[in-house]
């Protein structure tokens, strides 16, 4: 079942064109020439209950602006979004109750209060009743073990310790769709493994839909089956990331070292280099298997160690991003 449905969706801004010097700025003032400039550009998407997408791209790709209609902060210039069916611009407040948002470089914490006070003026904000409010801060505690310092003032916590509270208190009415927008930015090892630990939990307990837009690819490779790729405002990849990292690095890399120098030739791999005992060979994984190239060259000589290397995903989402350049 569709959660989130996106049509046609465009965002345009006014830009003036400033003209330099103090004439330029005098002409300024009484006749201005503006351009329209589309930060999103026609962009349509469907998502399923229950899924973790990836919605990523370089710094003004249009990322933030997509996230920001979704959640009825910004209107569109054209186009349709439907929430559970409802426009989060003609009925913001209905679709708001079932959203949660978490802006990674801004805190919804108040500064201020106590963690525990914090999360008490959200119960009162959103209306949530007790048995609910208690059983999801027994849940998020499991998670999380806030109860640690859910009686420290939030201007008192760390940077990871913050990110948690902000993500229980995104979570406290129980919403079915979740934007995180760079969540793990600036955390450590241990506070992005917990961070990632909470979005694969509460999706698996909750089916809660989670849209995630990041610079961390290792968010993207942990958590997200697929991942949608803006660039200038359109949408340029759309689906798995093992059918991009297919699609757009289909080859892999096998290093054999082996006991005596050797030159073994492969009908379906092509040898790169020869260096003394090592040879590199590059071959499509889908002609032929890593195991199955390792078997037919065992058969010719003996080999001493084999390493495989895999393009890396960040030069695989690079790649796209030039590609809808």
């Not at 241990?190 to 999706?203: C, G, L, P, Q, T």
Request: charged content about 30%; aromatic content about 6%; hydrophobic content about 40%.
């Amino acid at each position: 079942m569709n959660i989130i449905k996106v049509s046609h969706l465009v965002k345009e801004y006014k830009k003036i064109k400033k003209e330099k010097g103090l004439r330029g700025a005098v002409k300024n003032l009484f006749v201005q020439d503006a351009e329209y400039v589309r930060a999103v550009d026609d962009i349509s998407f469907e998502i399923e209950k229950g899924d973790i997408v990836a919605y990523i791209g370089p710094n003004g790709a249009g990322k933030s602006t997509t996230v920001k209609m979704l959640s009825g902060i910004m209107q569109p210039t054209s186009g349709e979004i439907l929430i559970n069916g409802i426009s989060p611009q003609k009925d913001r407040k209905r679709v708001v109750r079932n959203l949660g948002v978490v802006f990674g470089q801004r805190s919804q914490l108040n500064w201020n209060l106590r963690l525990g006070e914090t999360f008490d003026l959200l119960k009162r904000i959103y209306q949530i009743d007790d048995i609910l409010y208690e059983k999801n801060i027994k849940m998020l505690d499991e998670i999380f073990q806030i109860s640690e310092f859910i009686d420290t003032p939030v201007r008192q916590l760390s940077l990871g310790q913050r990110m948690r509270g902000d993500l229980v208190a995104a979570m406290l009415h129980s919403p079915e769709i979740l934007f995180l927008d760079e969540p793990t930015i600036g955390l450590d090892v241990e506070a992005k493994y917990s961070v990632r630990k909470f979005i694969k939990e509460i999706n698996e307990r909750s089916k809660t839909t989670i849209i995630l837009t990041t610079h961390d690819l290792g968010d993207v490779q942990e958590l997200c089956k697929r991942l949608i790729i803006i660039n200038n405002g359109k949408i340029i990849e759309d689906g798995s990331l093992d059918n991009l990292i297919d699609r757009i690095a289909p080859y892999r890399h096998l290093v054999i070292d082996f006991y005596h120098p050797a030159t073994i030739l492969h009908p379906k791999a092509e040898l790169i280099s020869v260096d003394e005992a090592r040879a590199v060979y590059k071959f499509r994984k889908d002609e032929i298997t890593a195991a199955q190239l390792i078997e037919d060259i065992s058969h010719t000589a003996p080999i001493k160690e084999i390493g495989l290397q895999e393009t890396k995903i960040d030069d695989i989402i690079r790649m796209a991003y030039h590609q809808g350049s």
